[in-house]
């Protein structure tokens, strides 16, 4: 079979064309933080629904303390007592009147400021005494006139004896929240495509959801070949080395989101991977291969891909590492076949697995591209290469600038450099790069 090799972005353009409609699915509410939003989230009420508190306080009219000031104190009448929670007080404010309300609590129909607890003054008794609530001294401590007493069936009553005084005007619509301030009926909140965050499940639970929309995550599973492979837990054995490729897959995709599976390792007999790809390709959505890609006499792969009638999109790649790497639609399955090393396994995954996946997991497919940006790279790095070469690196910021170092020496079975690395560098062809060159990053540490 010919493998005409073509580039890392023809190469994810052709992977994206197959990528299937998402599917929905509704999950409770506790269950869908991380989910992708499958249904708009339009409001269905004004947030909040009615003029509240936005601070503990006295509802008041603002024109009734205009003139007030240190030296010329108002006098206002507290004819009740809203909470948050209470229905709104069951008569409007009048002139000369005052409503003690919390935070959240309904504002009184007439009134259209509120006076902030620290900014008032109970009205001292005639006697100069102690009554009912407190002196002038509590009152500069911010003690308060209980408004009102709660009677048979917990209705309110006015305590009409209870009164404040303002020393100073307020504006009109200070520290009242308006209906729709928040959120205003009919405004969409939150598009499909979207992540759930924390901050979007508040939204839904605000409205009184219990269950959301959300895409339902593509079914993945990852197969290991190679004669060489041990799991990981059992006795090390002359000539073998423990599979890490597969645990690593698995968590990537937990990671984005993706629960999959592992279906053990295969060796290399094509027997075997044909009875694994036989029994698989129904039941998932996506494989994903690693090893058994090349052209070796135990690389047997491709061969059954054109046993199954796979449709191959590329096989292989103008890059390093993962030149082998091959991508095949078996039936309704997508097939990722991945090199063997590690940090081409690695590569693959991120540059083409995952985009396929967040694509079908429903993140638009502008957003489901690994994202790039432009870095300074910190140090030299001088393999040559006749292909452009992906390397693990480390980026952070310095200052404004966003620079990169490599984790290692850019070599594809050396697994120590995956641990450290938040980036994949693109170096272009030729002798390498000098401290301080431009290149191009791929930011692995952000899911969509």
Do not use: C
């Amino acid at each position: 079979m010919e493998r005409t090799p073509v580039s890392m972005e023809e190469a994810l353009a052709r992977i994206l064309r197959h990528v299937p409609p998402p599917l929905k699915e509704r999950v409770g509410l506790a269950e869908a933080a991380g989910r992708i939003l499958a249904e708009p989230l339009v409001a269905e009420a004004d947030v909040p629904s009615f003029r509240r508190a936005g601070v503990d306080g006295y509802a008041v009219r603002a024109q009734d303390v205009l003139g007030a000031a240190a030296d010329r104190p108002i006098r206002l009448r507290v004819v009740g007592t809203v909470q948050a929670g209470d229905p709104p007080l069951d008569r409007p404010v009048g002139p000369g009147e005052a409503v003690r309300v919390m935070t959240g609590a309904p504002v009184p129909d007439g009134a259209d400021a509120v006076v902030m607890l620290e900014h008032v003054e109970p009205e001292a008794p005639a006697d100069g005494g102690d009554e009912a609530g407190g002196a002038s001294e509590a009152g500069k401590a911010g003690v308060f006139f209980k408004a009102e007493s709660r009677g048979a069936g917990g209705r309110r009553a006015e305590a009409s004896s209870a009164a404040i005084v303002v020393r100073r005007p307020i504006e009109t619509g200070k520290n009242v929240i308006e209906p729709g301030e928040d959120v205003r009926r009919g405004e969409r909140l939150l598009s499909p495509g979207e992540r759930l965050r924390s901050g979007a499940i508040a939204l839904f639970a605000a409205y009184g959801y219990s269950s959301v929309a959300v895409f339902r995550p593509p079914r993945v599973v990852v197969i290991s070949t190679g004669d060489e492979l041990l799991e990981p837990g059992v006795p090390p054995a002359p000539g073998k080395i423990y599979d890490s490729n597969a645990p690593m897959l698995v968590a990537a995709l937990r990671m984005l989101g993706v629960p999959a599976d592992r279906y053990g390792i295969v060796p290399d007999r094509p027997e075997a991977l044909g009875a694994a790809f036989r029994l698989l390709v129904d039941r998932y959505d996506v494989l994903i291969t690693t090893g058994g890609v090349s052209d070796g006499d135990y690389d047997w792969v491709h061969p059954l891909i054109a046993e199954l009638g796979g449709e191959v999109l590329f096989s292989r790649l103008q890059m390093k590492p993962g030149q082998p790497t091959s991508v095949a639609r078996l039936g309704r399955a997508m097939l990722f076949a991945l090199a063997g090393y590690p940090v081409a396994s690695f590569v693959g995954f991120h540059l083409f697995v995952r985009p396929f996946v967040l694509s079908a997991l429903g993140v638009p497919p502008e957003r489901a591209r690994m994202p790039e940006a432009e870095a300074t790279l910190e140090v030299p790095f001088g393999r040559p290469s006749k292909l452009p070469r992906v390397v693990p690196v480390r980026y952070r910021f310095d200052g404004p600038r966003l620079v990169v170092r490599p984790t290692g020496r850019g070599r594809s079975s050396h697994i120590a450099e995956l641990a450290p690395a938040n980036g994949l560098m693109v170096v272009p062809p030729g002798e390498g790069l000098p401290e301080g060159a431009a290149v191009r990053l791929f930011v692995l540490d952000a899911f969509d």
